[in-house]
């Protein structure tokens, strides 16, 4: 039986939420059994990006600025850091990468320096942002969050930053959950944070209403979704009271599914498996009937 230990508090983020939805099989492995896993070069890269976007600003929330010179120092001690710290270690932060090819880390290379300029040249061209890379922990109606935005600007305005490809529709972008969480995030810290709530130009009376009283998430924040690869910010969205009783529904839900995951757990087969870091031990449990109650003795009774 399979059940969640000490009841401890979930602290749900994006990633978390995202991989319980799709499948609890995923979510058993990395959340309940802590198993090791591979990333791919994409999530490597991902990551990196991320890391390395923390050092391009330096000062204090509100007073941000460049800290480097050029889009060009700044991509080639990025691409320097690739060679040294992924590619000759096949690591980053502290995981194995599992690359296609041996060739592939090296011809990523170019990724880095691609991503880092457009990073540069687009941070470079308007105002710093208020924050970077910001963690937020926070409970709200009994739920638990843990979320980190990319950016915080003036103007409500909240900018995730993505370095893949493949660009959502406008139908996704309504309603990508990830938003949700950064909106809801903002509103809550803004709501017991005073200093926080004046770097981003929140007055106090408006302060007071956030965090439910009565407003969850203001229809004043702007929600940007920035491609890097293609260097696109698509058109802005907007969140609501009505997102946070969505996604409060959707959390309740998986809490009650992963209190009892023995009757929940069995991956869910789709396209997502090509990309699963943990494919290979799922189809192991799956091939032995594990997931599915195959090795128990038969229950048969014939009626007249």
């Known amino acids: 039986m399979v059940r969640r230990k000490n009841k401890r508090p979930i602290f749900w983020s994006p990633s978390r939420y995202e991989i319980a939805n799709l499948c609890s099989a995923k979510y058993h492995f990395k959340y309940i059994l802590n198993l090791d896993y591979l990333l791919t070069p994409e999530m490597a890269l ?12 330096r000062g204090k929330p509100g007073e941000l600025e460049l800290a480097y010179k050029s889009a060009e120092s700044f991509a080639n001690q990025s691409t320097g850091m690739w060679k040294l710290f992924v590619a000759r270690t096949n690591k980053i932060q502290g995981k194995e990468i599992q690359w296609r ?19 540069y040249n687009k941070c470079a061209s308007e105002e710093p942002p208020l924050y970077v890379e910001l963690p937020i922990r926070f409970k709200l109606d009994g739920l638990h969050f843990d979320v980190r935005i990319d950016e915080i600007r003036k103007n409500y305005t909240i900018r995730d930053f993505k370095t893949g490809l493949s660009l959502p529709e406008e139908l996704q972008l309504k309603h990508f959950p990830q938003f949700t969480f950064y909106a809801l995030a903002l509103c809550c810290k803004a709501h017991k944070d005073e200093e926080f709530a004046r770097i981003c130009g929140i007055d106090d009376n408006e302060r007071r209403t956030f965090g439910g009283n009565p407003v969850y998430i203001s229809d004043k924040i702007n929600l940007e979704y920035y491609n890097v690869k293609r260097d696109l910010i698509l058109p802005t969205t907007h969140r609501s009271n009505q997102d946070y009783f969505e996604l409060k ?56």
């Open 249 to 304: 529904h959707s959390l309740k839900t998986l809490e009650e599914m992963i209190d009892n995951l023995d009757t929940y757990l069995f991956p869910y087969w789709g396209r997502h498996c090509k990309y699963c870091q943990y494919k290979v031990p799922c189809d192991e449990k799956t091939s032995s009937g594990e997931f599915y109650g195959m090795n128990f003795s038969p229950q048969l009774t014939l009626f007249p």
């Open 46 to 57: 991902g990551i990196f990006i991320h890391r390395r976007k923390q050092k391009l600003f």
């Open 101 to 119: 090819s041996e060739k592939q880390k090296w011809i990523m290379v170019n990724d880095v320096k691609e991503l880092c300029i457009n990073t």
